[in-house]
């Protein structure tokens, strides 16, 4: 079995982009609303790869009562900014706030995040229209790219159809040919499909919903999920320890898909003001 190092290919590709930094000065903007935990970790990663890659980081931090309009009329201030290149309106948001209209609100040619119904339609034509497609998605394949997997003509299998994580990765693996299966809450038979895999990619939040019996011998298992557990660890969506004794490649939690998609959303911010700078 091989581990799938997200930790080590984030740090890699986040350097790899300095030398481009040094000549574009990119800035990436953040606008966090509310204390919660989870947001608060991922928004201290982000700061400090933009550190790392030399990005300039910008941060608003509302308070949880924020009304919906101030939100918006900050998001067209970014927007409007010139000296501002991405910008990422980190989620979840309070149940006030209306999270398709934020999303929609962002210029898509800032949307680093990449989940602008525009990137997501550019996703779907294909590979090569792929601009700023999610982050995730794009950390997953760059993970298999970098450890030389092929897609090709594998039996792709995705658990979990969000819009961020399970329906984009869906499509992007179909897009490089693999013969793709997205399962959800409501497939009738879960293992049937997971046992089918010579790619594996669960996004469900559910700990250790998958376990060694679901799992192809030689399978390339991917976990997205992150679960913090009463204890305070972080548990992935596959129950790692048997599992791993099966897989030939995988990604531990933490340290597989999270450090990925935070070298994706750096990647996305130096693609977003090469082309800012190319429209000028
Ligand atoms: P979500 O919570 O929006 O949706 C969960 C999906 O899983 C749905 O499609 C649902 O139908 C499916 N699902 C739930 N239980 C299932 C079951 N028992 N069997 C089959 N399908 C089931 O999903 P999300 O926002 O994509 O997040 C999924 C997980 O990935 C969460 O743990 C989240 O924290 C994590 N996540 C990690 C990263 C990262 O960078 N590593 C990024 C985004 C999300």
Same mark, same amino acid.
């Given at each position: 079995? +091989?581990? &799938?190092?997200?930790k080590a290919l984030s740090t890699l590709l986040i350097d790899s982009v300095r030398e481009k930094a040094v000549q574009l000065k990119p800035a990436l903007a953040v606008i966090l609303v509310g204390e919660d935990p989870a947001s608060l970790t991922y928004v201290r990663n982000k700061q400090k790869a933009c550190e790392r890659a030399g990005i300039r980081y910008l941060e608003t931090h509302f308070?949880?009562?924020?009304?919906?309009?101030?939100?918006?009329?900050?998001?067209?201030?970014?927007?409007?900014?010139?000296?501002?290149?991405?910008?990422?309106?980190? +989620?979840? &948001?309070?149940p006030h706030i209306r999270v398709p209209l934020v999303i929609r609100a962002i210029d898509p040619k800032k949307d680093v995040d990449g989940f602008h119904a525009y990137n997501i339609g550019k996703t779907v034509l294909s590979p090569e229209f792929e601009d700023l497609p999610p982050a995730t998605p794009l950390g997953i394949v760059k993970l298999l790219d970098h450890y030389k997997i092929p897609i090709q003509g594998q039996e792709a299998v995705v658990v979990g159809h969000s819009n961020i994580v399970g329906k984009p990765i869906s499509i992007m693996m179909l897009n490089r040919n693999a013969t793709v299966t997205t399962c959800h809450i409501f497939t009738r038979d879960l293992k049937a499909h997971t046992k089918r895999a010579d790619i594996l990619i669960v996004a469900a939040g559910k700990p250790k919903l998958i376990t060694a019996d679901m799992v192809k011998k030689d399978a390339v298992v991917i976990d997205v999920g992150i679960t913090r557990m009463k204890d305070g660890t972080l548990q992935g969506d596959v129950?790692?320890?048997?599992?791993?004794?099966?897989?030939?490649?995988?990604?531990?939690?933490?340290?597989?898909?999270?450090?990925?998609?935070?070298?994706?959303?750096?990647?996305?911010?130096?693609?977003?003001t090469e082309r800012q700078r190319s429209d000028e």
């Open positions: 079995m +091989i581990l &799938l190092d997200g308070p949880v009562t924020v009304s919906q309009e101030e939100l918006l009329r900050k998001i067209d201030e970014v927007n409007r900014d010139p000296a501002i290149n991405g910008l990422i309106v980190q +989620i979840p &948001l309070p129950d790692f320890e048997a599992v791993s004794k099966k897989a030939s490649y995988i990604t531990p939690v933490p340290g597989g898909v999270g450090p990925m998609t935070v070298a994706a959303l750096i990647l996305n911010t130096i693609r977003a």
